[in-house]
C-alpha cells in the first residue's frame, strides 16, 4: 500500500521508486496504518531487505526523483510531526496523510 500510494513508477526503468526516507520513517507510518498488528521494527527491517516480493520496489535517489518537490518534502514533515504527536491524534494523522495521497495522486495524474 505505501509503495503504490507514495511511490511512482518510473517510465525509464519500470521500477516503483519511493521517497527517500529512514527506515524508521517508513516503518512509523506502517505502524500508524497497522496498529497492534503491526510486526516489530526488526521484523520489518528484514522483511523489506530480504522479500522477493518487494524487488520491484526502491528508494528515490538522494537529490532525483521526489526530493525538489517542495510541496512533498512539506507535506513529509507534515505527517511526521502527526506521527510524533502525543497522545495519539488519529484526526491530525488522517489529515496528513490524506492531503499527501492527495497530492501524489495530483502529481500521478499530470504524468499520464
Known sequence: KYGSTCGDYM???????????????????YKA????DA???ETFCK???NSD?????KRARAILNFQKCTTCVNLDAKV?????TRPVNHALRSEA??????HHLEQKAERL
Open 47 to 49: 522483511v523489506v531487505r
Open 33 to 36: 496504518d497497522l496498529g497492534d
Open 80 to 84: 511526521k510531526t502527526a506521527l510524533a
Open 53 to 57: 516480493g518487494l524487488t520491484h520496489v
Open 39 to 41: 510486526v516489530s521494527y
Open 97 to 102: 496523510f490524506a492531503e499527501r495521497r492527495a
Open 11 to 29: 517510465p525509464d526503468t519500470g521500477k516503483l521508486i519511493v521517497p527517500r526516507r529512514t527506515r524508521k520513517e517508513e516503518w512509523d507510518e
